[in-house]
């Protein structure tokens, strides 16, 4: 789940950064923009949860940022920040469905449970997207989305459908939003379910069955480190040597010498 804040005020922008703990929010990225057309150029390349944006900036509003928000239909939750007392606001934030905002100066406490309360939010609406989804494609009875969230059986069906597709298609490009396509999931909401099934997210869990299978050529076969490499998924010997060392503490050349030495 990632975050924008938006704000002509660079101090500002960073002082709100330094208040978050990604971690304990569940954001795994901030991103940062000074102005509305920085902000729409983040949102249309990024996928982008939580938008945290000042009103009022001089050279486009919060407001019109979060009506783009609207007329484009991307999913996400929207917060106001304001230096006003009084929401002058609300009517507009009403139509727009924006239900939270802060008044600067932010305060830690509250930052944090109203982002508390948009990732909730942001997790009840893209279960519900997928339940929509997963009706109009797969012929899903009419029941409430949390009553098809408790068939955990059903879930855990659906991930191992996405884990015999990875180990099938290790040495290809696997990206987030088709192994959702193939499931009809939300690419969010297979995240969340992936971590919840696995402990694991699915980018880990990707990157482990990769290093898995290198160590077995490692092993087993006499192929090139770059052969070897390009078999696991990874276009760069050097990126694919520096994930494996990261993962396993040596070198593929020196995993492969430890092996070879334990044979002896």
């Known amino acids: 789940m990632n975050l924008l ?16 703990d990604t971690k304990a ?51 996400l939750i929207v917060i106001f920040l304001t230096s006003h007392a009084v ?9 727009l469905e924006v239900k939270q905002y802060l008044l600067k100066p932010v305060r830690k406490e ?28 797969a012929g899903i009875p009419n029941v409430n989305p949390e009553d098809l969230l408790d068939e955990k059986g059903k879930m855990t069906e659906l991930i191992d459908q996405v884990k015999d597709y990875i180990a099938d298609h290790l040495d290809e490009e696997l990206k987030r939003t088709d192994l959702a396509a193939m499931i009809y999931l939300h690419p969010d909401y297979l995240s969340h379910v992936f971590k919840d099934e696995t402990g ?3 980018s880990e869990y990707i990157t482990r069955k990769r290093i898995d299978y290198a160590m077995m050529l490692l092993e087993k076969t006499n192929r090139s480190v770059s052969d070897i490499a390009a078999k696991c998924g990874y276009a760069s010997l050097a ?6 060392k990261r993962i396993i503490g040596m070198s593929p050349k020196e995993y492969r010498k430890v092996q070879k030495e334990k044979k002896r």
Do not use: C, H
Request: aromatic share 8%; net charge negative; charged share 30%.
């Open 5 to 20: 804040i938006v704000d002509d005020e660079m101090l500002e922008v960073t002082v709100i950064e330094k208040m978050i």
């Open 25 to 75: 929010l569940g954001i795994e990225q901030i991103f940062k923009a000074y102005s509305v057309n920085q902000a729409i150029t983040v949102l249309e390349k990024e996928n982008v949860a939580i938008l945290l944006t000042d009103i009022e900036m001089p050279k486009g509003s919060g407001i019109r940022l979060a009506e783009w928000v609207k007329e484009q239909d991307i999913p």
């Open 87 to 95: 929401f002058d606001y609300a009517k507009k934030a009403v139509e």
């Open 110 to 137: 509250e930052l944090i449970k109203t982002l508390q309360d948009a990732r909730e939010g942001y997790q009840k609406m893209i279960q519900q997207q997928s339940y929509e989804q997963q009706k109009s494609s």
């Open 200 to 202: 694991m997210s699915l």
């Open 239 to 244: 990126y694919f040597t520096k994930t494996f």
